[in-house]
C-alpha cells in the first residue's frame, strides 16, 4: 500500500528550506576556506537529505536537482576541479529554483519543472569542464532582496525548539524559587525588627515583590501555552491509519471523529496518541461484530467507532465508544480465575465494576486465539500506565450487545495540577483533584469496622478507610479528621486526614532527589508561604494499600505476553525519521529515533532495541562508524541492522554487509515494502 505523504509535507518544506540556507551560508564559508573539508561535507550532507526526503514523497524534480549538485561536489571533494564563482553563484542558482518548488508545494500547485537545461550545466561542471550560467535561460530567478523584505514583513510566528522553551521554563523555575526565599527572609526581617514595619519601605518592598511575583507566574503561564498543540494534530493521522485497519479485520466499521482543535501539552499528546489506537483497535478487535453476528442481533451490518472530545476546566475528556457486543463479564470472570486461582473467592463474588480492575492486568485478553490485531498490543495494562503517566483517567461503560465506551480525562498540560492541601499531623501535601470522589466530615458519616479495618458505606459500596499518617509513615493523625474518599480504576478507598485547606492549580516540579524513593509522591509544588508540598501519588498509594492483583502480579505473568519488537531509526532528516516511523508503527513495531550515530548509541544504551534502520551519512557518527561501534559490542552481535541509502551504490552495499549490516535498503523501495519485509524476515529468523 502505498504511503500517503500529505502528513509529511509541511516538515519536508520545512526541513528543506533549513538545509539551503544551510548550503547557502556554507558555500560562502568554504569559498574563504576551499581547504575546509568539514564545510564540504556538510553540503554534501544537506544535498544528500534533501535527495533522499525528495526520493521518498516523490518529489522528482527536487530529487533530480539535488542529486546533480550533489555530484559537483563530490567532485570538488574528489579534486577533479577547483572551486570557482561559477559553482558558487551554480549553487546560489540551484538552492533558489529548489525554494520554488517547495512554494508551489506549500501551495498546492505542480511542482514539477523542466530540468533538463540544469542537468545538463551540473554534468559538466562534475566533470570540471567549463559551463555558462546563460545556459540556464529558462530558469527560475532568485527572489531579489526588496522581495525577501517584504516577505520578512509578512511574517506572523516563527518556529521555536521544545527544548528551547523548556529552558526557559526552567530559568522561571530557578526565579521563582529564588523569589519565593527572598520573600521569606523580607517576612523574617520584618519579624526580628519590629520597627521596620513602621518604615514604609518594607511595605514598598513587599508590593514590588508581589507585583514582581505576579508577572513571573504570568510569563510562565503564556510560556507553558506555546508547548500547547491541537488534538488533530494526532486525530488526522489516526484516521488514515485505524480506516486502514478496519479493512484488514474483514468487518463493516465506519468511523466518527469530529475535528478537535483543543489544545494540549505536547508531551500529553505523545503518549494520547499510543492511547487512541489501542482502544481503538480494541474496539474493533473485541467490540464490533461481523456483518453475520450484527445482522442476527437485528443491528446494521455496519459498526460504528466514535471518537469525541470536550473541553472540562483545565481539562479534556475524550470518549471511545463503540455499538459493538459489550462487555462479555462471565467470559471476563472465568478467564479471571483461570490466571489467579488464589482469587477465586474474590472473582466469583465480583460484580462488574470489581471485575474491571482484571481488564488491566498485563496479558489480559479474552480471545483464546489472537488476531493480527490483538497480537499487536499488550492489553489495557499499557492504556493504564500510559494514563498514569499524563495524570489522567479512564473509565470503562459496557451494556451486552449495545456496546462499550472507554472515557479518558486527561489535564490540558502536565506543568499544572490542581488539587487540595491537606495536613496530616505536621506535615502537608497536595492530593490531585482527578481522583477525589467525596469530602466526609468524620462526625456526619457513619464507620463500621470489620477485622480491625475501618469502612464507611458511600453509594451502597464498602469503602475501607486508612488514615494518611499510617500510609506515609508521618505524625499520627490526631482524633478530628477528614475523610476524602479517591477513586482509581473503579477501585476506592477512603483517606483520613486532619484537615483540608484550600484547592489550589499550581505549578509542578519534579521531585527532589531526596524524595525521589518515595514512591507515594510524585511530585512537588510551592505554598503561599514558599515552602515545599508533596503531591500524593494515588494509584500507588492505592496499589499498596488494597493489594489489588491489577498491580501486583509477578514477573513470569509478563513472559507470557505478545512480544512487541523496539525498532531504532536513525536519520539526521526529520522528515525520513518521520515516514520511516509511521511504516513501523502502522505494522505495530514500537518506535525509537535518533539523529546520528552518536544519539544513537546513547538509545541503546537507555532502552531495549530489536533493531537498527540508519541512514549513511550523518552528522557527528555516520552510518558506517555507528554499524562498527554496535558489532563491538558482544550484546548486540546478532542485532539486525539495516541500512538505507538514497540510492543503490554496490560498493558501499558491499562494505557494510561485510562489516555485520544484514540488509542494504535504497529510500525509494520504502513503499512497496521492502523496508517491513527485511526487518520481519530478520527478527522472525532470530
Avoid at 33 to 55: M, P, Q, Y
Wanted: glycine letters at 6%; charged letters at 25%.
Amino acid at each position: 500500500m502505498a504511503l500517503s505523504k500529505d502528513a509529511f509535507v509541511k516538515e519536508f518544506i520545512s526541513e528543506t528550506a533549513d538545509n539551503l540556507n544551510t548550503i547557502n551560508d556554507s558555500i560562502i564559508q568554504l569559498k574563504n576556506n576551499e581547504d575546509d573539508r568539514e564545510t564540504l561535507t556538510v553540503i554534501l550532507r544537506c544535498l544528500h537529505t534533501i535527495k533522499g526526503s525528495a526520493r521518498m514523497l516523490d518529489y522528482a524534480g527536487i530529487e533530480s536537482i539535488s542529486h546533480g549538485l550533489e555530484d559537483v561536489f563530490k567532485g570538488l571533494r574528489e579534486e577533479k576541479f577547483s572551486l570557482n564563482d561559477r559553482i558558487v553563484q551554480l549553487t546560489f542558482k540551484t538552492c533558489d529554483i529548489i525554494k520554488g518548488c517547495l512554494q508551489k508545494i506549500g501551495q498546492n500547485e505542480d511542482s514539477n519543472i523542466d530540468t533538463k537545461s540544469l542537468l545538463a550545466v551540473f554534468t559538466k561542471a562534475a566533470e570540471g569542464q567549463f559551463f555558462s550560467l546563460d545556459e540556464l535561460a529558462g530558469a527560475p530567478e532568485a527572489a531579489d532582496a526588496d522581495e525577501v523584505f517584504e516577505k520578512l514583513e509578512n511574517i506572523t510566528s516563527i518556529r521555536i525548539p521544545i527544548e528551547k522553551i523548556n529552558a526557559i521554563l526552567k530559568s522561571i523555575d530557578d526565579i521563582i524559587t529564588k523569589q519565593f526565599s527572598f520573600k521569606k527572609q523580607l517576612d523574617e526581617l520584618c519579624l526580628q525588627n519590629p520597627d521596620m514595619k513602621m518604615a514604609n519601605f518594607p511595605n514598598q518592598m513587599k508590593e514590588d515583590v508581589l507585583r514582581i511575583e505576579q508577572s513571573v507566574l504570568n510569563t510562565q503561564h503564556q510560556i507553558l501555552d506555546l508547548r500547547l498543540l491541537p488534538l488533530d494534530i494526532i486525530l488526522t493521522p489516526l484516521k488514515k491509519q485505524i480506516e486502514s485497519e478496519a479493512i484488514k479485520s474483514g468487518k463493516g466499521i465506519r468511523f466518527e471523529i469530529p475535528a478537535a482543535n483543543f489544545m494540549l501539552d505536547k508531551f500529553i499528546l505523545e503518549r494520547l496518541r499510543d492511547i487512541l489506537l489501542h482502544l481503538v483497535r480494541n474496539c474493533i478487535d473485541h467490540g464490533i461484530e461481523s456483518r453475520e453476528e450484527r445482522k442476527a442481533a437485528g443491528k446494521a451490518e455496519t459498526g460504528l467507532i466514535r471518537i469525541v472530545a470536550r473541553q472540562m476546566s483545565n481539562h479534556l475528556q475524550i470518549q471511545v465508544t463503540d455499538d459493538g457486543r459489550g462487555m462479555d463479564w462471565e467470559k471476563i470472570r472465568k478467564k479471571a480465575a483461570r490466571l489467579y486461582p488464589q482469587d477465586a473467592e474474590r472473582i466469583r463474588n465480583a460484580n462488574e465494576t470489581e471485575l474491571q480492575q482484571y481488564l488491566y492486568t498485563p496479558g489480559f485478553s479474552t480471545l483464546d486465539t489472537p488476531t493480527l490485531l490483538s497480537g499487536r498490543g499488550m492489553g489495557l495494562d499499557i492504556v493504564r500506565s500510559s494514563i498514569e503517566t499524563i495524570k489522567g483517567r479512564i473509565r470503562l461503560t459496557s451494556r451486552k450487545n449495545e456496546g462499550t465506551s472507554f472515557e479518558l480525562t486527561v489535564p490540558l498540560t502536565v506543568a499544572t495540577q490542581e488539587g487540595l492541601f491537606i495536613r496530616s499531623g505536621d506535615m502537608k501535601f497536595m492530593l490531585p483533584a482527578e481522583y477525589v470522589v467525596e469530602l466526609e466530615d468524620s462526625e456526619n458519616i457513619p464507620k463500621t469496622v470489620i477485622q480491625d479495618q475501618t469502612y464507611i458505606t458511600l453509594d451502597d459500596r464498602l469503602i475501607p478507610v486508612y488514615s494518611l499518617s499510617s500510609i506515609l509513615g508521618s505524625e499520627k493523625a490526631s482524633a478530628s479528621f477528614h475523610i476524602i474518599v479517591v477513586e482509581y480504576l473503579e477501585s476506592c478507598i477512603g483517606i483520613m486526614v486532619d484537615s483540608v485547606d484550600q484547592y489550589e492549580n499550581l505549578v509542578t516540579s519534579p521531585l527532589p532527589k531526596i524524595m525521589q524513593s518515595m514512591k507515594g509522591l510524585r511530585g512537588i509544588v510551592f505554598d503561599e508561604n514558599y515552602s515545599i508540598i508533596p503531591i500524593l501519588n494515588i494509584p500507588n498509594i492505592i496499589q499498596r494499600l488494597k493489594k489489588l492483583v491489577a498491580y501486583d502480579l509477578k514477573k513470569s505473568r509478563v513472559k507470557g505476553m505478545k512480544k512487541t519488537y523496539s525498532i531504532l531509526v536513525v536519520d539526521d532528516s526529520s522528515t525520513t525519521r518521520e515516514i520511516e516511523a509511521a511504516i513501523f508503527e502502522s505494522a505495530g513495531y514500537a518506535v525509537e529515533s535518533a539523529v546520528d550515530g552518536v544519539d544513537a548509541l546513547n538509545k541503546l544504551n537507555e532502552k531495549h532495541i530489536d533493531a537498527v534502520i540508519t541512514d549513511i551519512a550523518m552528522p557527528r557518527m555516520d552510518g558506517n562508524i555507528l554499524l562498527s561501534n554496535i558489532r563491538r559490542q558482544e550484546q548486540y552481535n546478532n542485532m539486525p541492522v539495516i541500512v538505507v541509502s538514497g540510492a543503490y551504490d554496490p560498493e558501499a552495499k558491499k562494505q557494510f554487509i561485510d562489516a555485520g549490516a544484514q540488509a542494504f535498503i535504497v529510500k525509494s523501495d520504502f513503499q512497496r515494502g521492502n523496508l517491513l519485509q527485511a526487518v520481519e524476515e530478520l527478527l522472525n529468523g532470530r
